[in-house]
């Protein structure tokens, strides 16, 4: 309990903090238009409401603004190297008051479906993502040096287009990680630091692909570590004694994938690289669109004037894992002003929008339905009914795009034909 002494203390300090800074004119347009995608399909559920029942009060019709939208870009679950199930990550999220939460598990996307599942229940829009895995090579002396660099992908609600081209592709990185993992071990039983492979793959968890992570979890299980932080210190870390390279595409490639299939392509963790500014150089001429510069502590100006240097959006997310301690930032921790969040959308809209129209198209042209599936594969909740594969549709694209975006020509075009089509 307080003291008196403190509490006095505490009234003074409030006092001379003065009152809440106001908003801008920008700043209160930037959260009227993110407010506005964010509730987008609440919004779309009262304007139906209001069709239904046109003696609803009029304060009833006026979208309630929030001005504290809280933007989680970067978090990790048991689908790659997390220690929350999607469900618990989504639930964790709505504790701590985020609003869009980004899943962005290591090389697959596949805890997307089942955090969609959870969202539904607490109102949280989820913005399916994946970090790649990719490698950034450099020439130094005529000698070719590489390092890990990650690249984060934010996709809309239909997912990637040309998903079964994006999917093997992370296959591939996943592939090579238990060829990585495997060499691992090997280094480390050199080192008198035996681990067993079974039980690597055991704490992986079923079909996840083994990272660095699992392995510093059985080297401490074996007694060899006292903590995960000296198993990397000591064995794991980048050129360490018992690491190993996996099969990792280009950074350019990684960059270029993400472009191709309809996301938005931002560097994770820059402060990680040895010389980002290079790394940003060759990635803004692949196709970058971002990075991060936002952490729980703040904004970092190094990567801000960056950003700032080439065009760059400035994103940023807690990078959650669930693993506890004092090393681990809080999910939802970092604040992402609300012009970022504004420009992000700015950006990432248009680019979405065309990626759900060729995934509409590609149904078009082939009503497989694999490709009827894909449309929803990554829709909210009501795709679980039994409407017919328009309302399906619909209620997946609804969430995602503003009426305007929907009701244009192109777009009206696209579903009328799909409706042809799919809708029998």
Not at 223 to 248: I, M, T
Request: net charge positive.
């Amino acid at each position: 309990m307080m003291g008196e002494g403190n509490r006095d203390k505490s009234k003074k300090k409030k006092k001379r903090g003065g009152a809440k800074r106001r908003m801008t004119v920008e700043q209160t347009s930037a959260l009227k238009s993110v407010n506005e995608w964010v509730y987008l399909a609440q919004h779309a559920d009262e304007q139906e409401k209001i069709k239904e029942d046109d003696f609803l009060p009029e304060i009833m019709r006026i979208a309630r603004v929030s001005e504290n939208i809280v933007f989680e870009l970067h978090s990790h679950t048991i689908c790659s190297d997390g220690f929350l199930s999607p469900s618990a990550l989504v639930e964790k999220a709505h504790q701590n008051g985020v609003k869009v939460l980004a899943l962005t598990d290591h090389d697959t996307m596949s805890g997307i479906p089942e955090a969609l599942q959870a969202a539904g229940r607490f109102g949280i829009k989820i913005i399916p993502g994946v970090e790649i895995s990719s490698v950034f090579s450099t020439t130094r002396d005529e000698s070719e040096a590489e390092e890990p660099v990650h690249i984060l992908a934010y996709y809309s609600s239909c997912g990637p287009a040309r998903f079964e081209e994006l999917d093997q592709f992370l296959a591939n990185i996943r592939d090579g990680r238990y060829l990585r993992a495997k060499n691992m071990l090997a280094k480390l039983a050199k080192l008198k630091k035996p681990v067993k492979w079974e039980r690597v793959i055991k704490i992986a968890g079923n079909g996840v692909a083994p990272g660095r992570l699992h392995v510093a979890r059985a080297l401490l299980e074996a007694g060899h570590v006292e903590d995960l932080k000296q198993a990397f210190d000591r064995y794991l870390h980048d050129g360490g004694p018992a690491y190993s390279k996996g099969s990792e595409p280009s950074a350019e490639e990684a960059v270029q994938m993400v472009c191709k299939t309809g996301g938005i392509a931002v560097l994770a963790h820059p402060w990680a690289l040895k010389n980002p500014s290079p790394v940003v150089n060759r990635l803004k001429e692949a196709g970058l669109h971002g990075i991060e510069v936002y952490r729980s502590d703040g904004r970092l100006a190094v990567y801000s004037d960056l950003a700032d240097a080439h065009g760059l959006l400035k994103l940023g997310g807690s990078d959650y894992h669930g693993r506890g301690g004092r090393s681990e930032s809080p999910l939802g921790s970092v604040s992402l002003p609300v012009l970022a969040a504004r420009d992000f959308l700015k950006v990432a809209r248009p680019i979405w929008c065309d990626a759900i129209r060729n995934i509409l198209e590609q149904c078009i042209k082939d009503p497989s339905e694999p490709n009827l599936k894909h449309i929803t594969r990554f829709g909210t909740r009501r795709i679980n009914t039994c409407n017919c594969e328009k309302d399906l549709i619909n209620s997946c694209l609804r969430s995602w795009l503003t009426r305007e975006e929907m009701q244009h020509a192109d777009f009206q075009a696209t579903m009328l034909k799909l409706s042809d089509v799919a809708v029998n």
